[in-house]
Antibody, heavy 122, light 107 residues
Framework: EVQLVESGGGLVQPGRSMKLSCAAS????????MAWVRQAPKKGLEWVAS????????YYGDSVKGRFTISRDNAKSTLYLQMNSLRSEDTATYYC???????????????WGQGVMVTVSS | DVQMTQSPSNLAASPGESVSINCKAS??????LAWYQQKPGKANKLLIY???TLQSGTPSRFSGSGSGTDFTLTIRNLEPEDFGLYYC?????????FGSGTKLEIK
């Protein structure tokens, strides 16, 4: 069974940093592109970033480019999101998601974690 | 970026009825549209991708249609577990973008 479990969220002050993790199991992690998608309270879904299966290529949404860094450790089957210079508008539930096709950057997501809340507030 | 406009925002129906949710892209996305279901306390679920291809495990009462800019998700013979939020998402080009969601409630 595919499982994605996020951790590392919480309350953080504006301008500070936070790192999220996503532990994957039930599939060969190193075969899939992975992504972070977020959802602000009472709002819709917003794609944040994706990373290729081997980690050599990364892609970011305009709202986080230059502030967030997606990375992965295939030996640990874990995905990360380093978030710097956090703003109040980054307050959201952050979901880890798997791209739908093995070793291809097809941009739909076939498995999602349950999400972790990040609140940016002083 | 491709803008996705979803309608209606809210929808109320009774079990056994059929409903349709629409999604319009700001430019042609060929057939590359996905539909997701979101329910409290559960992981988001991919229902359909590439416009009409059912994800493994999606019940056959769900169907997707459309191409270009206009797409529809149809749910026939609604079951109690079908109530929740539905989102469309284009996967034709970077960056992937989502519709604003449709809340399907029990009448």
């Amino acid at each position: 069974e595919v499982q994605l479990v996020e951790s590392g969220g919480g309350l953080v002050q504006p301008g500070r940093s936070m790192k999220l993790s996503c532990a994957a199991s039930g599939f060969t992690f190193s075969d899939y592109y992975m992504a972070w998608v977020r959802q602000a309270p009472k709002k819709g879904l917003e794609w944040v970033a994706s990373i290729s299966y081997e980690g050599s290529s990364t892609y970011y949404g305009d709202s986080v480019k230059g502030r967030f860094t997606i990375s992965r450790d295939n030996a640990k089957s874990t995905l990360y999101l380093q978030m710097n210079s956090l703003r109040s508008e980054d307050t959201a539930t952050y979901y880890c998601a798997r791209h739908g096709v093995k070793r291809r950057p097809y941009y739909y997501f076939d498995y999602w974690g349950q999400g972790v809340m990040v609140t940016v507030s002083s | 970026d491709v803008q996705m406009t979803q309608s209606p925002s809210n929808l109320a129906a009774s079990p056994g009825e059929s409903v349709s949710i629409n999604c319009k892209a700001s430019k042609s996305i060929s057939k590359y549209l996905a539909w997701y279901q979101q329910k409290p306390g559960k992981a988001n679920k991919l229902l359909i991708y590439s416009g009409s291809t059912l994800q493994s495990g999606t019940p056959s009462r769900f169907s997707g249609s459309g191409s270009g800019t206009d797409f529809t998700l149809t749910i026939r013979n609604l079951e109690p577990e079908d109530f929740g939020l539905y989102y469309c998402q284009q996967h034709n080009e970077y960056p992937p973008t989502f519709g604003s969601g449709t809340k399907l409630e029990i009448k």
